[in-house]
């Protein structure tokens, strides 16, 4: 994994356009793999994730 490209929440959901609130309920319900930092931190997303999160979501049938 490339470290460099870790994202945090709002770095995310900034690139989904969508709320950090549906973000952490999409990595809660395992749809975006991601870790959670510390007892207290936020997630930290692989931006590998983002990607493979938009293209199983808009692929065309």
Known sequence: ???????????????LRISEEYLRSLIRNKKIAAYKEGRRGGYRIPSQEIDNYIRRRYRPE
Do not use: G, N, R, S
Not at 1 to 15: F, G, Q, V
């Open 1 to 15: 994994m490339d470290y460099k490209k870790l994202l945090l929440t709002k770095e995310a959901a900034d690139i």
